[in-house]
């Protein structure tokens, strides 16, 4: 297997390529992802329901909390098997097994009332599931664009991902309110099902690497992508500095944000504006790189926007008021989605196809392994010291992470490709 460090070219790349937000084939990625990303909203939203009828808050919590384990252990290898399988192969066996699961899960709601043990197995499924679906997912978008375009599909995920969020959660809701947690599983398993003929109608171009065959044990390809990450002049300061990143801003933000909306008064509905700011902002960014294709002085861009949002994420534990609240969460929505959605960009079009999802599982392992682990310490933190002090450290290590990149030459020297 080659270890250089510069991306691999296409095999027979055309001159000029369709733009990928107008390329058919793009767009059935586009919405088989974004299906995906709904059922996994209404999954979360049932699971949890179901989990809060049935026991304790401390029961349900655990429940909820089951699935990042296997995910913080096993995504590292989740990257080596997409990489030795083929990122479609993986995705869509991901995707068929969480819908036999929910639709499983679906059918005995419907007969009984499960004990908690049954929800804590289908939350393992479901983290050790996605411990292989997020590095495939990564390492897909080179095999169906070309490389010039990957920016594009960047943008088109990142919107993907927001409309499932933003609308997954309201549509697991009614489905609760109408039909209980059973009718809300099976319409997360009829998203899931949509995804995978669309999965399967992909037409995927064979890049350098992808037929040869793969000797050496599961550890010595991880222990091999690990080096070509070290080596890597761009890539490797990028995993630091998303690891930073993700450390500052996940946990104390998803645990803070409610204690600051209960602290202001402000209620539920507090909650909602202000997570509808960060998620505009956010949006808007993934639209943004959508149309354009290519932000010049991506690297330089990635790392100040992560400094002065680190500004933003400080001030939001002083703000007093509910509209300015959600003004400086726009701001963070926008300074940290552009800085996401250019991390994004550069690791699918800086990376070698061979390693990309080796590289994909490290860049996801901060957000969605090590994080969400570490959300009882921010909420311990928050107890002990208080929303502002821990808010600001928070900022410390965001800004700390940019500071750090714009230092690494060949991060802050990073290009996009032009596009077409």
Known sequence: MTTNTTPAAPAAAPAASRPAHRDPNVLRW????????LGDSIYFLALSWTAVSSGTPAQAGLVMAVSAVPRALLMLFGGVIADRLGPRRVVIGSDAVRCLVTFGLAAVLFLVSPGLWVLTLVALVFGTVDAVFLPAVGALPPRIAEREQLARVQGMRGIGYRLGSVVGAPLGGLAVALGGPATA????GLLFAVSVPLLCALKIRPLPGDDEP???????DLAEGMRYLRRHKVLGPLMIVVLLGDLGFVGPLNVGLALLCEQRGWGASGIGWVLAGFGTGAGGVSLLLTVKGRIPRAGAVLNAAMVVGAVSIGALAYVPLLPVAVAVALSIGLLAGLSGALCGALVQTECDPAYLGRVTAVSSLGSLGIAPLGLPVAGAAIGAWGLGPVFVVSASICALSGVYGLTAKGLRRAELPQAA
Do not use: N
């Open 30 to 37: 586009l919405g088989a992802f974004t299906a995906s990303t």
């Open 185 to 188: 599983f099976g319409v997360a």
């Open 214 to 220: 793969r000797d050496g044990t599961a550890l010595s």
